[in-house]
Every structure is written in C-alpha cells, then in structure tokens.
C-alpha cells in the first residue's frame, strides 16, 4: 500500500501541472527545510524523480486555496498550522480537518473540539464555520484520502488517489487515467470515438482533454 507520508507519487512540475499552479512557487514551498514545512517532501530516489507524497499533494492545494483563493497571508496560515500542530502533534497540520475558515478569519478545531481563532484563539461560533475544502475526501481517521481537480467538468469528476495511477489524476468512476484518454486521441481517434471508449458524453471527453493538455 502506498504511504501517503513517505511514498513519492508525482515531480515538482507534475504536481504543479495538476494543481494548476507556477511550479516555481511550488518548488519554493518543497525547499523549506525547517522543521516545520508547510509543505512535505520526500528525498527523491534519483535527481527528477518524484519527491512530492499524497500528503504534500493536498498540503500544495491547501496552501494555494488559501493563499490564492482567500487572500490570507503566510503569516496568518502559519499561525493556524503552528495551533494545530501544538494541540495534535501533528506535522501535516494543513492536511487535516480541523483548519477551517469562515472566509474571513482562520480558525482551528482544538482538542475539545471547540473552535478558536488562529490569531487570538478567542472561541467562534461553530455555526459560521463553514468547510471550504469541499474537494478533499478524509477517511475515518480525519486523514486525506483523495483529491477532487476542480478545474474538470462534474459529469466526469476527476481525482488524485494514491491507490490508483500512481498520483496521476484518473477518473473517479472507472479510476481510468486520464491520460489514456489524451493517448487514444493522439493516435487520430475522433472525440467520438474516445467518448464511446470510456462511456462519456462527446463534450465531457472534449473538456477534460482540454483541461489535460
């Protein structure tokens, strides 16, 4: 089984391809070398090889959702890892549930399962926390356990999953991955005739060979 700690799945430049982000940031954030990166990898076994696990994959997205999609700073992110990783012992405070936010503030699910702001750690009110990673699953024990891309279409949702393709993103339903699509219309198969392939809809096989490229 691969170790969503430990297993090296996907490069720098493929985990930034997947995330749709620069991998110049990415690789920024893989070369923190303290002792608390937000950010994991691993000691890749040959120079290019894959260094990023599962775990560093959704702790990238996390980060990103954060810094690109809400506005909040570095700073303010550490603050909530460092409240995190002190009330759990854990290290990969950015791939857990208990970070939430409300769209404006960070908070964080502490050990009794109240909910107190990254910044002061006054209590908040739970009900106006509201999930904003709405594309990580977590399995029983609050662990990541795959990752919905956004950027493909719903009527052919696409994942990461540790379990399937080796980090490359495959199909949720058939765990196809996504790039025998692209190989199949290389070779000159008409969309049509991918679509009948993999029981698509004609413009759901357009889009993702579209988000692919």
Known sequence: MTDIYRTPL????????YLKMPESTLD????????QPLVHAVPAERRGWPRVPFVGIIEAYVLRTLREQLG?????????????????DDPYALASERIATDGVGLFVRVADESVVHARDRQIAIPEVISEYLTYITWDAT?????LSLPQYPAEAEVIIDPRFGWGAPVLARSKVPVEA?????????????????????????????????
Request: charged share 30%; no cysteine; hydrophobic share 40%.
């Open 10 to 17: 996907l490069t720098a430049r493929e985990s930034a391809r």
């Open 28 to 35: 920024g954030w893989l070369a923190d070398d303290s002792r």
């Open 72 to 88: 909040f700073s570095m700073p303010d992110i550490r603050r909530a890892a460092d409240l995190a990783r002190s009330e759990f």
């Open 142 to 146: 609050g662990s990541p356990e795959r």
């Open 181 to 213: 699509l692209v190989s199949l219309w290389r070779t000159g198969e008409p969309m049509s005739a991918v679509a009948e392939e993999y029981d698509l809809p004609a413009d759901v096989v357009e889009d993702v060979l579209r988000q692919a490229a």
